[in-house]
């Protein structure tokens, strides 16, 4: 016989979790996840192939290099042009600069500034020859002449069989001769600066470009960054900055050497852009910043840069609110260092003497300003 119960059965419930339990769970999970994520970041293709390098410590910022804030007495020369690269300065002392619009401006003594000429490009290295025209290192169409009235033509736009892909900096000999610097093997227009810092790879060139026969010639290769370029005082030898190696090379024009190159300077405090010839034989290099610790001891890790040029730009590009105007002897000894750290002068990219000034040129995302300094 079976006997039902009046009872209404007690109902069963699931404890709930304690809370230390929940922490636990949620570590796991997240754990998983990041995991999961740090898997898939390693797998997925670097946009770039890095090879190692082992830079020598960077040079202690003591005595004629230590900091004194001298650029920070800079004066305005003019805020017109957005990235004044390079300047220089025809017989009647008129300042010339380029800027990322593809302008030429041109200043008078008298601080008035004038659109001298447009190449379609951007002007970045700026030489007179000696027929009057203006030369110019164009990164986007390589190397142009602009005459008096403005007119822009093509000099040259390939050499050893590659064309151009960032004609950078120049110099003009006295027969008319130009020395200029092609940067890199990728195009301005996609070159991403940090990502060649990264990787390290030396694709640049040092070229010469006679105007008689219109012949270019590749007379140095596997130059990391070349960019600056300044001629000795006896037109003896050329000088082209490695932008990420710090250091300054040295092709031999003519004697014993010709056609050989050395270091002429070596393990610089900072990152050398441009570079200027004085009238007393001594060279100003435009230090765009400091060198960095951190980045110096990754140059040795090819995987870990690999990994790090996934990351947004953002995260990784940076510019220093501090730059130097670095002045070496004949024999690419440190003579004098004039340096900012206040945010005035910083992304230095040129310091050209001229008339009892150093003028300053500075990259748009540093000052963006025409400076000078009284020397």
């Known amino acids: 016989m079976t006997t039902l119960s009046l009872t209404r059965p007690t109902p069963t419930t699931t404890p709930k979790p304690k809370p230390r339990r929940r922490v636990l769970r949620f570590a796991a999970w997240s754990g998983g996840l990041i995991a999961l994520a740090a898997t ?29 804030e001298e650029l920070a007495k800079a004066e305005l020369v003019t805020p017109a042009p957005d990235g004044p690269e390079d300047i220089t300065f025809d017989a009647q002392g008129r300042l010339y600069t380029g800027d990322e619009a593809g302008i030429i401006y041109r200043v008078t003594p008298g601080g008035r500034t004038e659109r001298f000429a447009d190449t379609g490009g951007r002007p970045n290295g700026l030489r007179f020859a000696p027929d009057g025209n203006l030369i110019v290192a164009d990164t986007r169409r390589g190397l142009l002449s602009v005459d008096p009235t403005g007119k822009v033509d093509v000099l040259t736009d390939t050499a050893g069989g590659q064309r151009l892909a960032l004609t950078n900096e120049l110099a003009v000999a006295s027969d008319g001769t130009v020395y200029f610097s092609d940067s890199s093997d990728t195009p301005y227009g996609t070159l991403n600066l940090t990502h060649e810092l990264l990787q390290a790879r030396a694709s640049g060139r040092l070229l ?67 570079l200027a010839a004085a009238p007393d034989g001594t060279y100003w290099v435009g230090l765009f910043q400091p060198r960095n610790s951190t980045l110096d001891s990754l140059q040795s890790h090819p995987f870990l840069k690999a990994q790090l040029a996934k990351l947004p730009d953002a995260l990784l590009s940076s510019t220093q609110h501090a730059s130097t105007a670095l002045q070496l002897s004949s024999t690419g000894r440190p003579l004098r260092a004039l340096s900012d750290t206040t945010g005035h002068v910083y992304g230095l990219t040129t310091a050209t003497p001229h008339d009892g000034y150093l003028y300053l040129g500075t990259d748009h995302s540093g000052s963006n300003d025409v400076m000078r300094y009284r020397l």
């Open 40 to 68: 898939v970041f390693v797998a997925t293709p670097p946009p770039i192939h890095p090879v190692a390098w082992n830079p020598a410590p960077a040079p202690a910022l003591t005595g004629i290099l230590a900091p004194n």
């Open 208 to 274: 010469r470009y006679d105007p008689r026969s219109h012949r270019t010639d590749v007379l140095l290769n596997g130059l990391n960054l070349a960019n600056g370029v300044a001629l000795s005082l006896d037109q003896s030898f050329v000088l082209v900055n490695e932008t990420f190696r710090y250091r300054i090379t040295r092709y031999w024009l003519t004697g014993p050497k010709t056609g050989t190159h050395d270091l002429f300077a070596d393990n610089l405090p900072g990152f050398p852009d441009n």
